[in-house]
């Protein structure tokens, strides 16, 4: 084991959200020097790991087999190990699994740390030009549609921005109902955070849903914040 990092401790890594070079150096020492790396992705990460010669042992920690690595994940701390958590992308347990793992360490009495680094919600929030004072994340919403519209509408009565991920497939469904429920509404989007076709739109639910709507595809992932006035008109 490498006596740089700290016996019996779980170590929560942020990983890139598109760009390679966002990860930390001392990310990059603590995933060489851990004894295994459980990442929600083998295969994504994979390729984050040969660009950094990361040549340490991976095994898949992902929703549907997180609760069943506990007692591994538990034996293996108590042997003086040290593991690393990642995602596919950005920080773990922010919309992405791990909270299961982090709690059962807790309660075992094993130390947790982070290491963080990237975050596609607060890499939005810090470039939207919204009040970052208070605001809710949101995750995902509900697929479907009418939990989709109780969730929006529990949500927009809060006073703070609202912070979201949504996926392609389902961005104009989304901007459909904001254009009902909140039609001045100010809305931001960031599509493909840190990548190469990185973009950001702001204007009205509708104005956002006309501009998607017109390309031939939409592709990418989304972030999506809502201005804390709801009846703010957007700016021209």
């Given at each position: 084991?490498?006596?740089?990092?700290q016996?019996g401790?779980?170590?929560?890594?942020?990983?890139p959200?598109?760009?390679?070079g966002?990860?930390?150096?001392?990310a990059?020492?603590?995933l060489?020097?851990a004894?295994l790396?459980l990442?929600?992705?083998?295969?994504?990460f994979s390729?984050l790991?040969s660009?950094y010669?990361?040549?340490?042992?991976?095994?898949?920690c992902?929703e549907h087999?997180?609760?069943?690595?506990i007692?591994?994940?538990?034996?293996?701390?108590?042997?003086?190990?040290?593991?690393?958590?990642?995602?596919e992308a950005?920080?773990p347990?922010?919309?992405?699994p791990?909270?299961?793992?982090?709690l059962?360490?807790?309660?075992?009495g094993?130390?947790?740390?982070?290491v963080?680094?990237p975050?596609?919600?607060?890499?939005?929030?810090?470039i939207?030009?919204f009040p970052?004072?208070?605001?809710l994340?949101?995750?995902?919403?509900?697929?479907?549609s009418?939990?989709?519209r109780?969730s929006?509408?529990?949500?927009?009565?809060?006073?703070?921005?609202?912070?979201?991920?949504?996926?392609?497939y389902r961005i104009?469904?989304?901007l459909t109902?904001?254009?009902e429920?909140?039609?001045?509404?100010r809305?931001?989007?960031?599509?493909e955070m840190?990548k190469m076709?990185e973009e950001?739109?702001?204007?009205s639910p509708?104005e956002?849903?006309?501009?998607?709507e017109?390309r031939p595809k939409?592709?990418?992932?989304?972030?999506l914040l809502?201005?804390?006035?709801r009846?703010a008109?957007a700016?021209?």
């Amino acid at each position: 084991m490498n006596q740089t990092l700290q016996a019996g401790a779980l170590y929560v890594v942020a990983t890139p959200i598109g760009n390679l070079g966002d990860l930390s150096s001392r990310a990059i020492e603590i995933l060489k020097s851990a004894d295994l790396i459980l990442a929600e992705d083998t295969r994504s990460f994979s390729r984050l790991a040969s660009h950094y010669l990361i040549e340490t042992k991976v095994k898949s920690c992902f929703e549907h087999n997180e609760t069943r690595r506990i007692d591994e994940l538990n034996q293996r701390l108590s042997d003086g190990e040290s593991i690393a958590l990642v995602s596919e992308a950005g920080t773990p347990c922010i919309s992405d699994p791990g909270y299961r793992i982090t709690l059962a360490c807790r309660e075992a009495g094993f130390e947790v740390l982070s290491v963080p680094g990237p975050c596609a919600a607060i890499a939005a929030l810090s470039i939207a030009g919204f009040p970052s004072d208070r605001f809710l994340f949101l995750g995902f919403l509900p697929q479907k549609s009418g939990k989709r519209r109780s969730s929006l509408e529990e949500a927009l009565a809060i006073r703070a921005t609202l912070v979201m991920y949504e996926s392609p497939y389902r961005i104009l469904k989304v901007l459909t109902l904001l254009e009902e429920l909140i039609p001045k509404g100010r809305i931001f989007i960031g599509r493909e955070m840190t990548k190469m076709h990185e973009e950001s739109l702001i204007g009205s639910p509708g104005e956002i849903r006309e501009e998607l709507e017109n390309r031939p595809k939409i592709k990418g992932e989304f972030v999506l914040l809502i201005h804390p006035d709801r009846e703010a008109l957007a700016p021209e």
